[in-house]
């Protein structure tokens, strides 16, 4: 096994599935049993996910909403889809953990990053909602953040492509897949990882990002082992 503690990042949109909106059942419980192999193989597991199946302070700012108020709704939305993939991991015989950035009453615990570690530790899956807690930030930065406080080995980001393309694949037939790149040749190709707040964050920390198609079965359990697939991003 070659990494012993993942974060995990998934976007908000992967769990629409084939709807336009929303939570797809199936897509939901197909995450979770991809989650639960690696859980089985020993792995520590940290999540974030988005909330852009439900609503995005960015496109609500853009649309003449307030930009803090937008920002809080969109944390709102990870917080929404963290308890469902809680749910769903506690239905196929994962425990899991939901800490928040901010306080949310009955819902979840505050995020510390001793009480994160202690979870991980006890073989539980940590989910970590409400971004970093403050507006301005993403989930991409919300997700470095944690990533580099739980000390995971990796930040997986869960995608629906294969990798990182010279080129948007879904644009360009042409487009080929870089196989590994080092934070310094991202920048200097200008590729678009993730936001570059986020993507410092994890180059300063040495944390590696490996970018992968999550939604292929069985792709988490073979990044986990050790097999070459996706992009990996490293010092």
Same mark, same amino acid.
């Given at each position: ?5 993942? +974060? ?19 897509? /939901? ?20 996910? &988005? ?6 302070? /960015?496109?609500?700012?853009?649309? &003449?909403?307030?930009?803090? *108020? ?14 469902? $993939? ?10 899991? !953990? ?12 505050? @995020? ?15 989910? $970590?909602?409400?971004?970093?807690? %403050?507006?301005? =930030? ?6 470095? +953040? ?36 080092? =934070? ?11 936001? /570059?707040?986020? =993507?410092? @964050?994890? *180059?300063?920390? %040495?944390?590696? #990002?490996? !970018? =992968? ?15 070459? #697939?996706?992009?990996?991003?490293? %010092?």
């Amino acid at each position: 096994m070659k990494y012993k503690r993942i +974060l995990l990042k998934l976007s908000g949109e992967a769990l629409m599935g084939d709807k336009q909106y929303g939570i797809d059942p199936t897509r /939901l419980n197909n995450y979770a049993k991809e989650i639960k192999e690696v859980v089985d193989l020993g792995t520590q597991v940290g999540i974030v996910i &988005g909330g852009g199946n439900i609503f995005r302070g /960015l496109q609500g700012s853009a649309e &003449g909403m307030d930009r803090v *108020q937008g920002d809080y709704m969109g944390m709102m939305a990870t917080i929404i889809n963290s308890m469902a $993939i809680q749910s769903e991991l506690e239905k196929v015989g994962v425990g899991a !953990v939901l800490l928040t950035g901010f306080q949310i009453g009955p819902v979840s615990e505050l @995020m510390s990053r001793r009480r994160a570690i202690t979870c991980l530790n006890e073989g539980k899956v940590v989910i $970590i909602g409400g971004g970093t807690g %403050n507006p301005y =930030f993403t989930t991409d930065t919300a997700s470095a +953040l944690r990533g580099i406080e739980i000390e995971a080995d990796v930040y997986l980001k869960g995608t629906r492509v294969d990798g990182v393309y010279t080129a948007d694949p879904e644009k360009d037939s042409s487009a080929t897949k870089y196989k590994s790149l080092t =934070f310094a040749e991202a920048y200097e190709k200008k590729l678009k990882i993730m936001d /570059l707040t986020a =993507f410092t @964050m994890c *180059q300063e920390n %040495n944390l590696s #990002i490996l !970018v =992968f198609d999550m939604n292929q079965k069985g792709n988490l359990k073979k990044v986990v082992e050790g097999e070459e #697939i996706g992009t990996l991003i490293k %010092n």
